[in-house]
């Protein structure tokens, strides 16, 4: 008798058949873009692949063959600075490894867990952006036919997790301000939408915590700079507006601190203003803005070798592997306290 695996069997081209009341050759034709389907019997047979969570089984057999030669990667959107250092550092990565990389977005994908379970017949391997909004059916059922890896999100069965640690940074940054007196510190972003910004505010409350206060809630905002004008714009008509902000990301925290100055506050006297990521335009606002630097590149990296090494059968899998992030110290946090350990933060 063979031992136990503990994986269930993964689902069949014949289970999705026997669904949608079709033979395999229909679902084979469906799933290749064959236009000789009928529109009718087509949804059919996609509803009982996402209903089953389907994986075509080419990607197991390319898994065998090493046919592909390829990873994917799936993120949420492009935007921004932080996506092109994942970019950088995964495609370089598995590029020195001899292997090609095949990209899909989210943003604007009505059909993106079908899209990402296409992708997977087509790679060795897959990488996935933890903020992507893959559901947790679609991973598990990924991860049994392919390796997964998970970048920046949160466990998932099967799958092999990298990311970075945002709390202790972000603990740092809000006592800065706190120990210098801020007693309205702010924190903005959305804690739901992603793994490690909830981190980062789980940080933000830790360290009021410790001072003895409650943390107030979070101004909840997506994370590009838009959202950082409109907060700016809330923030200055309130009757006592914060004296501080710890920003979930540098788009919002560069956004929001140019509104406030254009509206005549000033930054860090009336107002101190943090981000996150230490994205290239942090170091030549006026102030220079505060903010933690994460090893986003190094992370991306890390997630193509261990992807790399699964495929070639490493058996050591399943890890979570954590990289910590610096807390950088420029003008928009305001001046240096004597009680911030200096081997703890670095100056630019």
Same mark, same amino acid.
């Given at each position: ?103 899909? *977005? %989210? ?5 993106? &867990?079908?899209?990402?379970?296409? #992708?997977?017949?087509?790679? $060795?391997?897959? @990488? /996935? ?101 409109? *907060? %700016? ?5 309130? &009757?006592?507006?914060?004296?501080? #902000?710890?920003?979930?990301? $540098?788009?919002? @925290? /560069? ?94």
């Amino acid at each position: 008798m063979a031992a136990a695996t503990g994986r269930t069997r993964p689902t069949t081209i014949y289970s999705v058949a026997e669904r949608a009341g079709v033979s395999i050759a229909t679902v084979s034709r469906v799933l290749q873009g064959s236009s000789v389907v009928t529109p009718a019997t087509r949804e059919r047979v996609l509803e009982a692949v996402d209903g089953l969570g389907y994986v075509p089984l080419g990607a197991a057999r390319s898994l065998a063959a090493r046919r592909y030669e390829s990873h994917g990667l799936i993120l949420p959107e492009l935007g921004g600075d932080y996506y092109a250092d994942v970019l950088i550092g995964f495609e370089s990565t598995a590029g020195s490894l001899g292997q090609s990389v095949v990209l899909v *977005v %989210a943003q604007g994908r009505a059909d993106f &867990a079908r899209a990402a379970r296409t #992708l997977a017949a087509r790679v $060795d391997g897959l @990488a /996935v952006m933890g903020s992507a909004g893959l559901p947790t059916s679609t991973m598990a059922a990924l991860a049994q036919r392919i390796p997964v890896v998970v970048i920046a999100g949160t466990e998932q069965t099967g799958c092999e997790l990298v990311r970075a640690d945002s709390l202790p940074g972000a603990k740092q940054l809000t006592l800065r301000l706190l120990r210098a007196g801020r007693n309205r510190v702010c924190f903005i972003g959305d804690p739901d939408q992603a793994v490690d910004v909830a981190e980062r505010y789980d940080g933000f409350k830790a360290a009021h915590h410790e001072r003895g206060l409650e943390a107030p809630a979070p101004v909840r905002c997506r994370f590009d700079e838009s959202a950082g004008v409109n *907060v %700016a714009d809330r923030l200055v008509r309130m &009757a006592e507006p914060p004296d501080a #902000l710890v920003c979930a990301n $540098d788009l919002v @925290a /560069v956004a929001a601190m140019n509104r406030l100055q254009q509206k005549g506050v000033r930054v860090p006297d009336d107002m101190a203003v943090t981000g996150w990521d230490d994205i290239l335009a942090a170091r030549y606002t006026r102030p220079r803005l505060t903010t933690a630097r994460q090893p986003v590149r190094e992370l991306a990296a890390l997630g193509a070798r261990r992807l790399h090494e699964r495929i070639n059968g490493d058996e050591d899998w399943g890890a979570t592997h954590v990289l910590p992030c610096e807390v950088v110290i420029r003008e928009s946090c305001g001046t240096k306290h004597p009680n911030i350990p200096k081997k703890k933060v670095s100056s630019i």
